[in-house]
Nanobody, 120 residues
Framework: QVPLVESGGGLVQAGDSMRLSCVGSGRLFRTYAMGWFRQAPGKERDFVAAISSSGSTFYADSVKGRFTISRDNTGNTIYLQMNNLKPEDTALYYC??????????????WGQGTQVTVSS
């Protein structure tokens, strides 16, 4: 398992920005694909964004142009910068890792989640 700890969630208004962080561990962190999923009440967990070990990024259509994923391998951290937030972005956001480097993050390695609530 890869311990993952998210932070940065909270309550904001529509149109605001927020940055989530996820800290991993291990000297191999830089080789992992990393990313974010989210789950709204009563809905399935959905892909949000991912970043490969080489820095390639992938986004769900619903967040393209608003969210930016990045990584700092020195600090074993990834970030999700979320701009122009909408009420439909309200969800529990999970950090995810794939040690094999697959950008679609199939390994089911998750953090505990951080709540993001966007009021209208």
């Amino acid at each position: 398992q890869v311990p993952l700890v998210e932070s940065g969630g909270g309550l904001v208004q529509a149109g605001d920005s927020m940055r989530l962080s996820c800290v991993g561990s291990g000297r191999l962190f830089r080789t992992y694909a990393m990313g974010w999923f989210r789950q709204a009440p009563g809905k399935e967990r959905d892909f949000v964004a991912a970043i490969s070990s080489s820095g390639s990024t992938f986004y769900a259509d619903s967040v393209k142009g608003r969210f930016t994923i990045s990584r700092d391998n020195t600090g074993n951290t990834i970030y999700l910068q979320m701009n122009n937030l909408k009420p439909e972005d309200t969800a529990l956001y999970y950090c995810a890792a794939d040690p094999a480097g697959n950008w679609y993050l199939p390994s089911n390695i998750w953090g505990q989640g951080t709540q993001v609530t966007v009021s209208s």
